[in-house]
């Protein structure tokens, strides 16, 4: 199949969808190496490559080539480093409009080394200064940035301008999520504002306090009543997702427990296929023991199965899904065509290095079949 008629295969991207982003923006600076060094080691790079990064810049990436108008909030200097990430974001159709351009100061920087052995990677952050302040971003911009906006992204990084975002969003009633990585000042007030939420692995139990992860995505939904799902990603072991039941589906029925659940929709994944794949519940009191029950249905999305000579970097992983996520809400995706649409664009990307040469566009043959 030509390239032209693969494009025109593809139908059009939600009409004027458009995706806010504040958060994290950073030149990575990675170096593949053959294994992690030990302390007082010196060892030289097989490769290096240097190219934009931070979660929401890669993220906002993401779904500007997935089809998405993006704008980002954020900061850098008017260094070098600086100029190259605006033209860099620019070149994927992301509006810089809204970023804040620091007279002098540096530019947010990743060391990022890339252990070719165990296919790791390891980052060093050094935060742009001066660090961004609320009071950068006027009024009238951030009313121009949440203007015919159809969704709000935060990675909890620039906690403070992140928050008063979220509260003018909030009040105009456009749908919030959230990327929580780790414990990061500003996350539980910035939680409170969640309509979705996107974990890293460790996330919900070290949050909540909960000992099993299922466990904590029912507490998480107990403690952030506004919250309509959470997704735990566990790497190659795919994600979970609890989705709230709508007040409309609430009904008398017996209570499951979450973890005899997750056990059962296990046992009912296709572990043949090397696609990505998703097995869900029906609408159920969802149980966890210590915590309490929420109706709702659970799911258990696989990721790519992608050969080790294949596997080259998985520094955006994550980005990569939540971009995809973005993506999947506004243009109205259930969870079962979300979730394995998101794990095969955050599986491409881990085909190459960096946290965005291996984004794909919208037109990807891997892509199409969601798509249609």
């Not at 994944?269 to 029906?282: A, G, I, L, R």
């Amino acid at each position: 199949m030509s390239s032209s008629s693969s494009v025109d295969s593809v139908p059009p991207p939600p009409d004027n969808a458009i995706v806010l982003g504040c958060g994290g923006i950073a030149v990575d600076f990675l170096a593949t190496v053959d294994s992690y060094p030990e302390p007082d080691d010196k060892i030289r790079s097989t490769s290096l490559k240097v190219q934009g990064g931070g979660n929401a810049a890669n993220a906002l990436t993401c779904a500007a080539r997935l089809g998405l108008n993006s704008r980002l909030i954020s900061k850098v200097a008017n260094d070098s480093q600086g100029k190259g990430m605006l033209e860099e974001l620019e070149a994927d159709g992301v509006d810089t409009s809204f970023l804040v351009v620091s007279k002098k100061g540096n530019s947010p920087f990743t060391y990022i080394i890339v252990d070719n052995q165990t296919k790791t990677r390891t980052c060093i952050h050094t935060p742009g200064d001066p660090p961004m302040l609320p009071t950068e971003l006027s009024q009238s911009s951030m009313f121009s940035a949440l203007d015919r906006a159809s969704i709000v992204y935060f990675d909890v990084r620039l906690h403070e301008t992140a928050l008063m975002i979220a509260k003018e969003a909030s009040r105009k009633k456009i749908p919030i999520l959230v990327d929580t990585e780790k414990k990061r000042d500003g996350l539980d007030e910035l939680l409170q504002f969640a309509d979705y939420v996107v974990c890293s692995a460790k996330f919900p139990q070290t949050w909540t306090e909960v000992s099993s992860t299922p466990g904590a995505l029912v507490s998480m939904l107990l403690r952030l009543p506004k919250l309509k799902f959470v997704i735990v990603t566990l790497g190659e072991e795919g994600c979970l997702m609890v989705q709230r039941a709508s007040t409309a589906e609430v009904f008398e029925s017996q209570e499951t427990d979450i973890e005899s659940l997750l056990e059962t929709l296990k046992h009912r994944k296709d572990s043949t296929t090397t696609f990505p794949t998703c097995v869900s519940s029906e609408t159920t009191k969802l149980r966890a023991n210590g915590v309490g029950t929420v109706t709702g249905r659970l799911f258990l999305g696989t990721a790519e199965k992608i050969r080790p000579e294949e596997l080259v970097d998985t520094t955006g992983a994550g980005d990569a899904f939540i971009g995809a996520v973005l993506y999947a809400i506004c243009a109205g995706m259930p969870p079962e065509k979300m979730l394995p649409f998101a794990a095969q664009v955050a599986g491409c990307s881990c085909r190459a290095m960096g946290a965005r040469t291996g984004l794909p566009h919208r037109a990807d043959p891997r892509l199409v079949p969601f798509l249609v």
